[in-house]
């Protein structure tokens, strides 16, 4: 959607552009429509912009309000934008913008941090306060926009990707222990703040983080999800829990409606993506695109789900787009595809993605799909045995995990053996407040961290 960088010197260093230049020509394909850097006393920040709302260059960034005092480079897109522009207003803030960047910088100006809270949607930002001479990082509440930092001697470095970071060249990339152990028993699945590349780290979702000029960093969490049960909710009858969803997946999809450009689909013809084309059709989306993709054939295995893509796309008379990728297409796209990671994922349908995203870029700009349904509702193979486990944390590193702790140590070098962190981070994850029962602690930890750091980042590398 956007790609924003930025360095932040300490202690009155002297600044020097070179590593935001860099920065920003790494991010390229996240942001073709307009790039600029803001030069500060201590701050400098960058942006790729892909426009999305407000199409104008009114909302081109880095954006600067003189009279506030304040600079923002911000990556996402808050649906909710316009019900606090509302607000605003009536406090007595003034606009000249149509889009959601300004609302943030006024919102910030106006409720300080606790502005996140009030967020309905996905960013990442920075905002340079040049009054009380510090700058306001934050990512949203499941980290589908990405923030990636690097603290050296003298400075911090931020940017939306981590080979952005390491374009700087002031980053010796050496693999983490921790990652690699987590990425090898984890199920390629890395937590925040940790990265595969050691000293670079991410902001973890639902966080925000204020960097003073001496290099201080004071971080919260802003967002606390309880996975208990409602009592209220014990006596729903299944018509009830049926009303109940379809209202809130009704209210989801017609949140992310907010573009100035046209929304599509992308259709596998799951259940998933179906119930997305189907609420757009019933939200009064006209002439909506939907997109499905294809491979060839192995043996009895087919390459394509046309078959139920086409029943949708036939019944809500949708304008659709089969796209058939050959076997020859695959591998000469890889370097492309591996190029669009900001880490590394193993999951098979990245090539899908990317190969699909260069198809669907030719016709819209902004799709949804259903990403996460597995997470909230409970559809992985795992789920069944922890809904009557009696030692959870077993039960779930046997049933997630890719391999032992004894299994990760003979098949890496010395250097690199270490605790088994995995099992630790699950039980420390499972041991929270907030979720009872096994199942609930699954799915808690699944929906906060295995969705963030597989599926939402797959999706976000490979469509940028």
């Known amino acids: 959607m956007c790609g924003i960088c930025g360095e932040i010197f300490f202690n009155r260093q002297p600044i020097y552009e070179d590593s935001v230049i860099r920065m920003n020509q790494a991010m390229a394909a996240r942001g073709p429509d307009n790039e600029d850097i803001y030069h500060g006393i201590w701050t400098l920040m960058g942006h790729r912009r892909l426009k999305i709302i407000d199409l104008s260059d009114d909302s081109n960034q880095p954006m600067i309000d003189p009279k506030l005092g304040l600079i923002i480079v911000y990556n996402g897109a808050i649906y909710n934008y316009k019900i606090l522009k509302d607000e605003l207003i009536e406090k007595g803030y003034s606009f000249h913008t149509g889009g959601d960047t300004e609302v943030i910088l006024k919102a910030y100006h106006a409720w300080g941090e606790d502005c996140v809270t009030r967020f309905n949607g996905m960013f990442a930002f920075a905002i340079y306060n040049q009054a009380k001479d510090k ?16 603290k050296t001697g003298n400075s911090l470095l931020f940017a939306s990707s981590l080979p952005a970071l390491l374009a700087t060249g002031k980053i010796k990339p050496q693999i983490s222990a921790q990652a690699l152990h987590y990425y090898l028993t984890f199920h390629s699945v890395v937590p925040a703040p940790h990265t595969m590349v050691s000293g670079i780290e991410k902001l973890p979702p639902a966080t925000w983080a204020v960097i003073s000029q001496d290099g201080t960093m004071t971080r919260n969490t802003y967002w606390h999800p309880v996975y208990q ?52 059709a019933e939200a009064g989306q006209k002439d909506l695109k939907t997109f499905s993709i294809g491979f060839d054939s192995v043996g009895d295995e087919k390459g394509d789900e046309f078959l139920y893509s086409d029943i949708i796309a036939r019944h809500f008379a949708t304008d659709h787009h089969k796209i058939q990728v050959s076997g020859s297409e695959v591998l000469p796209s890889m370097p492309a595809c591996v190029k669009a990671m900001s880490e590394p994922m193993v999951s098979h349908d990245c090539i899908g993605f990317y190969l699909l995203s260069q198809k669907v870029a030719e016709h819209v700009r902004v799709v949804q799909s259903g990403q996460g349904a597995d997470e909230i509702f409970g559809g992985y193979h795992w789920y069944p045995p922890m809904m009557e486990s009696t030692d959870p944390v077993t039960d779930y590193r046997s049933v997630f995990g890719d391999r032992s702790h004894d299994e990760f140590l003979e098949m890496v070098t010395q250097a690199y053996h270490g605790d088994d962190v995995s099992t630790r981070f699950i039980r420390d994850h499972f041991d929270m407040p907030g979720a009872d029962t096994p199942i609930d602690k699954t799915l808690r930890l699944d929906t906060l961290v295995m969705l963030t750091e597989d599926p939402v980042k797959r999706v976000d590398n490979m469509t940028m």
């Open 229 to 280: 049960r409602d009592q209220e909710e014990e006596n729903y009858t299944f018509d009830d829990w049926k009303e109940r969803v379809s209202q809130t997946l009704m209210a989801s999809v017609k949140r992310r409606l907010v573009a100035d450009v046209p929304v599509g689909v992308l259709l596998s013809g799951g259940l998933d993506s179906s119930l997305v084309v189907g609420l757009l």
């Open 135 to 150: 700058v306001f990082m934050a990512r949203d509440r499941l980290g589908i926009k990405p923030l990636y930092f690097h």
